[in-house]
């Protein structure tokens, strides 16, 4: 699966901001597909997931109620639209795919795409 991540930036607290991964590949309709993010200093942190056959979500605690992930089956891209953005939400976020959504939270053997950076000033 090819992945590539777009539409980071920088925003003010309390903005918001739309990420789109595109998907390409043969059987990229069989994944789960979800979005990570990485700050300066720290782990690459699971953010949320979707399953393209079935439409199903999760999302991490840090995040719930404020960002959302969806697919464009028309596009072929998942996008993740982040609300309420905070200072801390600064980093560079990534999409990635795998075969089971406990493959790709524990990232076992994500396929990932290039990272784009958010920045949230205060």
């Known amino acids: 699966v090819q992945l590539q991540a777009s539409g980071g930036g920088l925003v003010q607290a309390g903005g918001s901001l739309r990420l789109s991964c595109a998907v390409s590949g043969r059987t990229f309709r069989r994944y789960v597909m979800g979005w990570f993010r990485q700050a300066s200093g720290k782990e690459r942190e699971f953010l949320a997931a979707i399953s393209w056959t079935y439409n199903t979500t999760r999302y991490a605690d840090s995040v719930k109620g404020r960002f959302t992930i969806s697919r464009d089956n028309a596009k072929n891209t998942i996008d993740l639209q982040m609300n309420s953005l905070k200072p801390e939400d600064t980093a560079v976020y990534y999409c990635?795919?795998?075969?089971?959504?406990?493959?790709?939270?524990?990232?076992?053997?994500?396929?990932w795409g290039q990272g784009t950076q958010v920045t949230v000033s205060s």
């Open positions: 990635a795919a795998a075969s089971t959504i406990v493959g790709l939270i524990t990232r076992q053997n994500n396929d």
